[in-house]
C-alpha cells in the first residue's frame, strides 16, 4: 500500500535511506524537518506493516513545479515493481498539488534509475556537473503532467547568479546569450554590468539594478531593447529610509534616462500586459521581468526572472538565484512554470506596485536619417512612449 509518510515513520526512512545510500545520505534531521515544516511531501510504500520503499517531492512555491528529490527502494524489495509504483504515486501527488512539471536528478552513472524514468517518459534536459559529494555528475531529467500542454519556448541557456544583487545583471546574460551564442557567460561580465547599471543603494545592502541601466548595458553590447516602465518616478526608492539615499537613486536613475535619450532606445511609459508580452516573444523578442520575490521566497526585495516561454495557462521563467538553503538546485531554477494570473499578480514591487520589463531583440541597423522620422507609439495598455534619441 502507498500512503503519504508521517513522523512515525521516521525510523523506517532513516533505515532505508541509510541501507540504499553511500553518500549524499539524508540525516534523520533533514527527514524530521521536510516531514514537519519543508515545502515537500513523502510517499511511502508499506506491505504487511514492513516499509518497502519511500520516494519524496518537493515543491516550488510560486510556482507549478515539483522536483522529486529522493527515491528509495529498501534491498530486499528491488527490482519487484516498487520504485515503478512509487513514481507513479509522486506523478499523483504532484499533480494534487497543481504541478504541471516534474524534475529530478540522477546520477551519470546510475544506468538502473536511469532506464526507470525513461521508460516512465522522462526526457533528459541538461547535466549538473560535480554534483554529488564524491564529485559525480547528475543527469537532469523531466516530465510534463499535462499532455496537452505545449509550449513555445525561446532557446535561453541559463545561468546562476553568484551574489546576491546581480539578479539583473544574470537575467540580461541569459537573454543576451539566447540572441547572440557568442556572448560568453561568466562572472566578469556579470560584474561589469552590474557596475554598469546599479541604482546604488539597495535596502542595507549594495545596489540593486533598475531597468534603465541593464538597457544601457544590452544596447552597448549590440541589442535593441525596448523599456516598459508604469510611471516615471524613481524606482525602489520605497526600499531606503534615507532621505539622503532616495535623492542618490533619484540622481542615478535621471543620469541613465538622459543617456538613453542619446540613444535609439524606446523608453514606454505605461503597462506591457501578458498577451503584449508574449507578442513580444513570439516576434523574437526575449522578455527581462522585474517580480517581487515574495510569492517565491516569502522575502520582500525586487527579482529579475528572464521569460523563456508561454502556453495557455503558464509563463516559463529562468529565475537566476538558487536557494540552496532550502535544498534547490538549477533544476528547479529553469524554466519554471507559472500561471498567468499569478504571474501578473508577480510582476510587480514595492507599495507602489513598480513595474519594469525589458524586451531584448537582435539589433536591426537603423538606415541613415531614420530617426528623424520615427514618432511615439502608445505602450500597450499604457499611456505613452518616449523615443531616446528623438526631442
Not at 203 to 220: E, K, Q, R
Not at 237 to 245: H, I, M, T
Amino acid at each position: 500500500m502507498i500512503r503519504r509518510a508521517t513522523l512515525d515513520d521516521l525510523e523506517d526512512l532513516v533505515r532505508i535511506e541509510n541501507r540504499c545510500f553511500d553518500t549524499d545520505r539524508l540525516s534523520r534531521r533533514n527527514f524530521r524537518y521536510l516531514l514537519t515544516k519543508g515545502n515537500a511531501e513523502t510517499v511511502v510504500d508499506v506491505e504487511n506493516g514492513v516499509m518497502r520503499g519511500y520516494s519524496m517531492l518537493l515543491f516550488n512555491t510560486g510556482t507549478s513545479l515539483a522536483r522529486l528529490y529522493s527515491l528509495a527502494v529498501d534491498l530486499e524489495f528491488q527490482r519487484m515493481g516498487v520504485a515503478g509504483a512509487l513514481v507513479r504515486a509522486s506523478e499523483d501527488e504532484a499533480t494534487r498539488n497543481d504541478c504541471v512539471t516534474l524534475r529530478l536528478e540522477i546520477r551519470k552513472d546510475n544506468a538502473a534509475s536511469i532506464a526507470l524514468f525513461k521508460r516512465h517518459g522522462y526526457r533528459e534536459f541538461g547535466l549538473y556537473t560535480d554534483y554529488y559529494e564524491d564529485h559525480m555528475d547528475a543527469v537532469r531529467f523531466e516530465k510534463s503532467l499535462t499532455q496537452e500542454l505545449a509550449p513555445a519556448m525561446a532557446r535561453v541557456p541559463y545561468y546562476e547568479q553568484t551574489l546576491d544583487f546581480t539578479c539583473g545583471p544574470s537575467t540580461l546574460l541569459m537573454a543576451m546569450k539566447a540572441l547572440d551564442p557568442s556572448i560568453v557567460l561568466d562572472r566578469m561580465l556579470e560584474l561589469r554590468i552590474w557596475r554598469e547599471s546599479t541604482t546604488i543603494f539597495m535596502t542595507s545592502g549594495h545596489g540593486g539594478c533598475g531597468p534603465y541601466g541593464l538597457a544601457l548595458s544590452a544596447y552597448h553590447r549590440g541589442f535593441d531593447v525596448e523599456v516598459f516602465v508604469n510611471d516615471e518616478r524613481a524606482l525602489f526608492v520605497d526600499s531606503v529610509r534615507s532621505l539622503e539615499k532616495k535623492e542618490v537613486m533619484r540622481l542615478v536613475q535621471e543620469d541613465f534616462v538622459n543617456e538613453l535619450r542619446s540613444v535609439p532606445v524606446n523608453i514606454h511609459y505605461g503597462v506591457i500586459g501578458v498577451d503584449a508580452l508574449q507578442q513580444q516573444f513570439e516576434q523574437g523578442g526575449i522578455p527581462i521581468v522585474l517580480i517581487s520575490s515574495y510569492r517565491i521566497y516569502h522575502e520582500k526585495f525586487p527579482h529579475w526572472v528572464v521569460v523563456t516561454g508561454f502556453d495557455e495557462r503558464f509563463i516559463y521563467v529562468h529565475d537566476p538565484f538558487v536557494d540552496k538553503e532550502v535544498g534547490k538546485t538549477i533544476t528547479d531554477c529553469v524554466n519554471m512554470p507559472i500561471l498567468r494570473k499569478d504571474f501578473e499578480r508577480m510582476a510587480r514591487y514595492g507599495k507602489a506596485g513598480q513595474k519594469s520589463v525589458l524586451i531584448l531583440k537582435r539589433r536591426v541597423e537603423t538606415p541613415k536619417g531614420a530617426l528623424e522620422k520615427l514618432t511615439p507609439t502608445r505602450a500597450a495598455q499604457g499611456q505613452k512612449t518616449t523615443r531616446a534619441g528623438s526631442r
